[in-house]
């Protein structure tokens, strides 16, 4: 246990080699056009626009994705979410952790969540599953002044939309420190446990908070949950992380080049001040 421990604690740097096989490796054609982004994001230039990426000058209402975008994989939160659903789904089934692993990833490729999977499948509690699963230390997450400068100097309303509970997200913003920036959290159960990407999320959460989705900005770090919001109007940024975690799907963490990703970058908070300008106390 120790050693899977250490191990899941390093992140693994993608070297330009190691990217390049990746991209051999690809039978997608618009691989090569992911790799060229992937690799063009360097410490020096953590940002990246699309040619016709929209802008922020109208945007009224700024919507933050939470895991792995308000902090990265390196903070070791979502390894311990993920870990308490394989814990779940093991005690559920009576299975061991590696067939429990397998299933769970099985539920979450064909459902969209593990969740999904267990309410359509075996009516479970979701409440249940819910406070089961975000029951880790969130005190892991250190503290970004530095993000929460650049929130909280966003013109407009602030919403954090999220595939996991209102309390993960509370005391996930709240470690951060940022979490007075945001007016409200739209979490799975206001969504009916219906998961991002799913378009009928997105409308929900229009609908309950007013928000007129071409006033509006999308922040997320994976690719496809940018589909629907830049679809119905929204600017959207995709967060990547600058070190590849080995235990999570690629696609989830890849750059994207795609029509419905406006902007890359590895820095929010660097982003958010280039859009807003550095706050008074930096730069
Ligand atoms: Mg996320």
Redesign the pocket.
């Known amino acids: 246990m120790k050693k899977l421990a250490e191990s899941r604690s390093k992140a693994y740097i993608l070297s330009p080699e190691a990217s390049r096989a990746l991209a051999a490796r690809r039978p997608d054609p618009e691989a090569d056009e992911n790799h060229r982004v992937a690799t063009a994001l360097t410490a020096d230039k953590p940002h990246l626009a699309s040619p016709k990426a929209r802008q922020f000058g109208h945007v009224e209402t700024w919507i933050f994705?939470?895991?792995?975008?308000l902090y990265s994989h390196e903070a070791l939160i979502w390894p311990q979410v993920d870990a308490r659903i394989t814990a779940y789904v093991a005690d559920m089934f009576g299975i061991d952790g590696m067939s429990a692993r397998a299933l769970q990833k099985y539920f979450y490729h064909q459902h969209g969540t593990t969740l999904k999977a267990l309410m359509d499948i075996y009516a479970i509690d979701p409440h249940a599953f819910l406070d089961f699963a975000h029951d880790i230390d969130h005190s892991l997450l250190a503290p970004n002044p530095s993000l929460g400068d650049a929130i909280g100097r966003l013109p407009g309303r602030r919403l954090i939309l999220t595939n996991g509970s209102r309390r993960h997200a509370e005391n996930v913003a709240r470690e951060l420190g940022v979490l007075d920036h945001f007016e409200d959290v739209f979490d799975i159960v206001a969504a009916d446990y219906i998961p991002k990407p799913d378009r009928r999320a997105y409308d929900m959460f229009f609908e309950k908070h007013g928000v007129d989705p071409a006033k509006a900005a999308m922040f997320?770090?994976?690719a496809k949950n940018l589909e629907a919001p830049h679809a119905a109007g929204m600017t959207t940024a995709l967060v990547v992380p600058a070190t590849i975690d080995p235990y999570r799907d690629a696609f989830e963490q890849e750059a994207v080049a795609a029509p419905h990703v406006d902007y890359v970058t590895r820095d929010l908070a660097d982003f958010l001040d280039s859009v807003v300008g550095p706050g008074p106390s930096r730069g």
């Open positions: 994705d939470l895991d792995n975008t997320e770090d994976i």
